[in-house]
């Protein structure tokens, strides 16, 4: 692929991650009880900033949905949004000491099969919070990504919620917005491929809705009316600078400053380090983030949103997912969002202002139609147990709490069923007319000490030989008792321990 095929695909995808992440942004601030110029600050800091020096090449950084609940505690706790800015840099420093000393390795203990959960639960998550929007009920944030929302429902009482207040317009852009999507799909692309690649779909169809929208408020199209709250809603830039605040640096040495700021340091670097494993796990090239530098990069990014204002920057799915999926090659695109960020606050406000949430609500929609495919799901089905169960776990708690818990839950339900399986597969024997081995991998523990006692106990060969290859302590009890067992009962009983050698156990 020739470099302006590349550079082309990088500005369009720019766009798109720009207009998904706007509305992000503006309504992750205004959840966190944090000034709306702070989220835009943070995403302008998480493009270009973070873009810059990180070297993943499609993931996108700004403000995350799943640090709104901190940031509230933080900012009451500190007692003023300056206080908490200032944990924001402190957070951003330890965040460099982390990746210094190579906590980006901390990813890799996390199994592929949790990390396409999450995906998946993403892809779910953005249907069923977009839902709402896509036919006008507009009452949760944009970007909360949250089961339990702001607005005393949940994810699905929303959605109930959504059919009793339908909204006519929107309803009309969204399904506008679909067909536009199809007929991209089914022809424009196969058919018409320099103007796709010029103007993607997803850019049509906020085209289209802001025509849409300017027909309605001019002419009364179709007898429909659109009210502000339907539309991308950015307040004016004397607004947005009236709110502007700095860090406070007078409380740095308070304990609950550094609380906060190594709680946000952390949870923002987990969230980081998860979001690379997915994206570098999307990426059609499959290149590798080197996680270490990401980590400083995210420190760096923090530290300036903090000093200008900002929330607290991470590495974000939904983003990272929409610039992968309409077509992104280079970081350029990531960095370009941020440009695009910073323009807007000064150049598009009118335009901006006409973009209907339901055009938007489209958007996400196909990332999380996409996120969440039926093949992925007979794919993992196709595996293992012990990779399909935590793949549906993570799922499921995910879609009831938040990534972090969700990934979590679904780490320790991996640990348990490889740790349940491991053990179940920890014994073997083979046996003829005069011998029988029993050999006992490194995997065995307590939890095997049953078993082993029923094998050992029922053995009547005239020699019988155990080869152990670890050395737990229970496994090695047993072992013992048996072996003074049958030597008194003049059978052979030869014990070797391998444990200090380098066997393979598999190929015994």
């Given at each position: 692929m020739n470099r302006l095929k590349i550079y082309s695909n990088d500005i369009s995808a720019s766009i798109v991650v720009f207009l998904v992440a706007l509305p992000l942004c503006l309504g992750i601030?205004?959840?966190?009880?944090?000034?709306?110029?702070?989220?835009?600050?943070?995403?302008?800091?998480?493009?270009?900033?973070?873009?810059?020096?990180?070297?993943?090449?499609?993931g996108v950084s700004g403000p995350a949905a799943g640090l709104v609940a901190i940031c509230i505690t933080a900012i009451s706790d500190l007692k003023g949004y300056e206080n908490f800015l200032a944990a924001i840099v402190l957070a951003g420093v330890l965040q460099i000491i982390f990746g210094l000393l190579k906590g980006g390795k901390l990813s890799y203990f996390f199994p592929s099969s949790v990390i396409t959960g999450m995906l998946?639960?993403?892809?779910?998550?953005?249907?069923?919070?977009?839902?709402?929007?896509?036919?006008?009920?507009?009452?949760?944030?944009?970007?909360?990504?949250?089961?339990?929302?702001?607005?005393?429902?949940?994810?699905?009482?929303e959605i109930i919620n959504s059919w009793k207040y339908i909204h006519p317009a929107s309803t009309v852009i969204f399904f506008i917005g679909l067909f536009v999507y199809w007929l991209y799909e089914k022809y424009i692309n196969k058919h018409f491929?320099?103007?796709?690649?010029?103007?993607?779909?997803?850019?049509?169809?906020?085209i289209l809705g802001i025509v849409f929208t300017y027909l309605i408020q001019s002419n009364n199209f179709l007898s429909l009316t659109i009210e502000q709250e339907h539309l991308?809603?950015?307040?004016?830039v004397q607004q947005l600078f009236s709110e502007y605040k700095m860090p406070n640096f007078n409380y740095i040495f308070e304990v609950k400053l550094w609380y906060h700021a190594l709680i946000i340091s952390v949870i923002a670097s987990v969230e980081t380090l998860l979001c690379v494993e997915a994206t570098d796990n999307l990426d059609p090239e499959k290149r590798i983030t080197n996680r270490n530098r990401e980590l400083i990069a995210?420190?760096?990014?923090?530290?300036?949103?903090?000093?200008?204002?900002?929330?607290?920057?991470?590495?974000?799915?939904?983003?990272?997912?929409?610039?992968?999926?309409?077509?992104?090659?280079?970081?350029?695109?990531?960095?370009?969002?941020?440009?695009?960020?910073?323009?807007?606050?000064?150049?598009?406000?009118?335009?901006l202002n006409k973009i209907p949430l339901a055009s938007l609500a489209t958007i996400l929609i196909i990332v999380g139609y996409k996120l969440a495919s039926l093949n992925t799901f007979i794919k993992m089905y196709q595996r293992k147990w012990r990779e399909f169960i935590p793949f549906i776990i993570t799922i499921i708690a995910t879609l009831f709490?938040?990534?972090?818990?969700?990934?979590?839950?679904?780490?320790?339900f991996a640990i348990i069923i490889n740790y349940i399986i491991d053990s179940m597969n920890a014994v073997k024997v083979n046996t003829n007319e005069n011998e029988c081995i029993v050999y006992i991998n490194e995997n065995a523990s307590f939890m095997n000490k049953n078993r082993l006692n029923d094998i050992l106990s029922s053995l009547s060969n005239k020699k019988i030989k155990v080869i152990y290859y670890g050395n737990d302590y229970d496994i090695i009890d047993i072992i013992e008792q048996k072996k003074n067992f049958y030597q008194?009962?003049?059978?052979?009983?030869?014990?070797i321990n391998q444990s200090n050698k380098n066997q393979n156990y598999e190929n015994t």
């Open positions: 601030a205004m959840a966190s009880g944090a000034p709306l110029i702070a989220g835009i600050i943070a995403g302008i800091c998480g493009g270009i900033i973070v873009g810059i020096i990180s070297n993943s090449q499609l998946v639960s993403i892809g779910i998550i953005i249907i069923l919070k977009q839902l709402p929007h896509a036919f006008g009920y507009d009452k949760d944030y944009e970007g909360d990504m949250e089961f339990l929302q702001p607005d005393n429902e949940n994810t699905f009482s491929n320099k103007f796709s690649n010029i103007i993607q779909a997803p850019l049509m169809i906020v991308v809603n950015i307040p004016s995210q420190g760096i990014g923090n530290i300036f949103s903090g000093m200008l204002g900002g929330l607290p920057v991470t590495q974000v799915i939904v983003r990272s997912s929409a610039n992968i999926n309409f077509g992104a090659k280079t970081k350029i695109s990531a960095i370009l969002h941020g440009f695009w960020l910073l323009l807007s606050i000064f150049l598009l406000m009118d335009i709490s938040d990534l972090l818990m969700g990934v979590l839950t679904g780490l320790v008194r009962n003049n059978i052979i009983f030869e014990y």
